[in-house]
T-cell receptor
């Protein structure tokens, strides 16, 4: 699986959009981008995934660049409960048994 | 619906004692199963994963072992705990459906004293 690079930490004001970047410059054509988040002392929670088109669900939006070498997770109206560590990983759509995570981005929502 | 159960939630064990953490999955057959560890303030470290009964892949040589005696049961063990085994242990599963995400349990916080 391709390696990802994320900023160590970010702050965002409550009510604003939180934009979390992820670089995955070595992504392969069959690899999807997945985002998870981990609230303190809990197991990580799946947020969203995508291949090349932008995706949106009830939690967030995922914007993937045309060359697929980077992506941005957008939380449109951040709340204090969105304070968490956000992980971006890339996963092949087959033969993807081994799933490793980086250190993620610690997002702090400021009141 | 698919659910994962992991227990206990917290555990305090003395150095040199054995360990057994259990994880069970419901609502899916033949899932991929995973054990991760998270040291305080650190990222998720993949310890073991399994694609079937009795099939265990180890990612980090250490004081721990894993077993999968049944399709939806995954056990993490140690014969003698070390202080460095302290951490937050997370079990996860992934169904065989294409593009299905990982689902994590609530974790076990292990403190070795």
């Amino acid at each position: 699986d391709a390696k990802t690079t994320q900023p160590t930490s970010m702050d965002c004001a409550e009510g604003r959009a939180a934009n979390l970047p992820c670089n995955h410059s070595t992504i392969s054509g069959n690899e999807y981008v997945y985002w998870y988040r981990q609230i303190h002392s809990q197991g990580p929670q799946y947020i969203i995934h995508g291949l090349k088109n932008n995706e949106t669900n009830e939690m967030a939006s995922l914007i993937i660049t045309e060359d697929r070498k980077s992506s941005t997770l957008i939380l449109p109206h951040a709340t204090l409960r969105d304070t968490a560590v956000y992980y971006c990983i890339v996963v092949a759509n087959f033969g993807n048994e081994k799933l490793t995570f980086g250190t993620g981005t610690r997002l702090t929502i400021i009141p | 619906s698919q659910t994962i159960h992991q227990w206990p939630a917290t555990l305090v064990q003395p150095v040199g004692s054995p360990l057994s953490l259990e994880c069970t999955v419901e609502g899916t057959s033949n899932p991929n199963l995973y054990w991760y560890r998270q040291a305080a303030g650190r990222g998720l470290q993949l310890l073991f994963y399994s694609v079937g009964i009795g099939q265990i892949s180890s990612e980090v040589p250490q004081n721990l072992s894993a077993s999968r005696p049944q399709d939806r049961q995954f056990i993490l063990s140690s014969k003698k705990l070390l202080l460095s085994d302290s951490g937050f242990y997370l079990c996860a599963f992934k169904s065989r459906r294409a593009l299905s995400p990982l689902h994590f349990g609530n974790g076990t916080r292990l403190t070795v004293t």
